[in-house]
């Protein structure tokens, strides 16, 4: 985790229903990044911070390295917003400013070839997700461009069966939301794709369990 704002939430409650083992570490406390056979699966979260900030954090370079060699030791990665665009990197992918930021439910789309693809199999072909993000990432080399958004044309991806990248929150919860929106309170400046905290918390809790479904179809399908 880079902040303590922005935990695992849905993904955490899915590896304990599915019996999965997992442990946490907290970047910004100074917790040390886990060995390379520690894991099957590693999940990389999102925060505040960007892909070219590793002045201000030191530890994002070990990270960074850890997601190279867990890419190239075969092993198994989910990464969310800030996560996906350091996992895109790891790829090879730029990342960039967004032409705009999107923060809040606004609908994602599945691309074409990510409806014919058997990974999303049955999922809806548009949903309401929750974004915060004023970055984006290219697609990487190889990979399956799963969605796209009016604002952002990038919001997913996958490799090899086994790297998922998500630009956006499927694994938010009521709790975690209405903390994000504590703390990051200062990113909510209003523009076209950037809502007030009042509205998104304002949701039907139906749109969480919506988005958690379709998280946990995802995160059984992958690969490792």
Request: aromatic share 8%.
């Amino acid at each position: 985790m880079h902040v303590p704002f922005e935990g695992p939430a849905r993904i955490a409650d899915w590896a304990e229903s599915r019996g999965h083992p997992i442990a946490f570490s907290h970047l910004f406390a100074g917790d040390a990044l886990p060995e390379l056979d520690a894991f099957d699966r590693l999940v990389v979260m999102g925060g505040p911070m960007g892909v070219g900030d590793a002045d201000r954090y030191p530890w994002m370079r070990a990270e960074k390295a850890l997601i190279r060699s867990a890419i190239d030791a075969g092993r198994s990665l989910v990464g969310i917003c800030l996560g996906a665009q350091l996992i895109a990197e790891a790829l090879g992918a730029p990342v960039s400013q967004n032409p705009t930021k999107e923060i809040g439910w606004f609908p994602v789309r599945l691309t074409e070839t990510a409806r014919a693809h058997p990974f999303c199999k049955d999922l809806p072909a548009e949903q309401q997700v929750l974004h915060w993000h004023g970055e984006t990432f290219a697609l990487p080399p190889d990979a399956l461009h799963l969605a796209e958004s009016e604002a952002c044309a990038q919001q997913g991806f996958l490799v090899d069966g086994r790297i998922l990248g998500l630009q956006f929150h499927l694994e938010m919860t009521p709790t975690s939301l209405h903390t994000l929106c504590s703390h990051c309170a200062d990113e909510l400046v209003p523009d076209a794709f950037v809502q007030r905290a009042d509205e998104m918390l304002a949701v039907s809790p139906v749109r969480y369990e919506e988005t958690a479904r379709v998280l946990e179809v995802l995160l059984d399908r992958l690969a490792g």
